[in-house]
């Protein structure tokens, strides 16, 4: 049978404790903190933004389609648009007229959202099922048209639901 060493049993003591310690906040707090989650929403929308940039260039007319590549970013935008609506908890509503803010992470979310937050839920939605049917399109010239759909409605709930300063 192996037995560690009494070093490392001690250190092994040590650093269940710690984190036994470092779990106590976690679940006392019950919630993660508002400007954890905002950073999350805005990293996923980052995320979904350079997918469609890389689709976006291939579609340029000095670009250069390659459909199976594209439509795995399509795929991708089509997920990760159905978990961003999960990421607005009423506590996050933080933007505040005249307030200085920090790009990166300060939320630009118009507080108009959560009064129609149903709304706000399906065009996210309706966003990603158009780009799951960009995913599963069969030619370019199915694919193309969706993908222009599917900007104007990036564009559409921005124009909505975000401040510009
Ligand atoms: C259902 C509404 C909605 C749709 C659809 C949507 N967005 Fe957004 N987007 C938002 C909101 C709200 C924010 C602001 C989030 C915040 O600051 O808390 C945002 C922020 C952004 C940002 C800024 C991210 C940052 O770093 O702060 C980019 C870039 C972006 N969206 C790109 C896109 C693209 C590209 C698409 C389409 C593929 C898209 N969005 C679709 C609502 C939407």
Not at 26 to 47: H, S, W, Y
Not at 75 to 98: D, R
Request: hydrophobic letters at 45%; proline letters at 7%; a neutral charge.
């Amino acid at each position: 049978m192996r037995t560690f060493p009494k070093q490392s049993r001690i250190a092994v003591g040590v650093l269940a404790a710690a984190l036994s310690i470092a779990a106590v906040p976690a679940v006392a707090e019950d919630q993660p903190a508002p400007k954890d989650t905002i950073f999350a929403r805005k990293i996923l929308m980052g995320a979904i933004d350079m997918n469609m940039d890389e689709v976006e260039t291939m579609l340029a007319p000095e670009g250069k389609l390659v459909l199976s590549d594209a439509q795995e970013h399509a795929e991708t935008i089509s997920t990760m648009l159905m978990a961003f609506p999960h990421l607005f908890p009423p506590a996050t509503n933080q933007w505040k007229p005249g307030a200085e803010r920090d790009p990166a992470t300060d939320t630009f979310a118009n507080p108009g959202l959560w009064l129609n937050f149903a709304d706000f839920y399906q065009r996210a939605t309706e966003a990603s099922k158009i780009a799951w049917s960009a995913s599963r399109a069969k030619r370019a010239d199915e694919f193309r048209p969706l993908i222009g759909q599917l900007r104007q409605r990036c564009n559409a709930c921005h124009a909505l639901n975000m401040k510009t300063d």
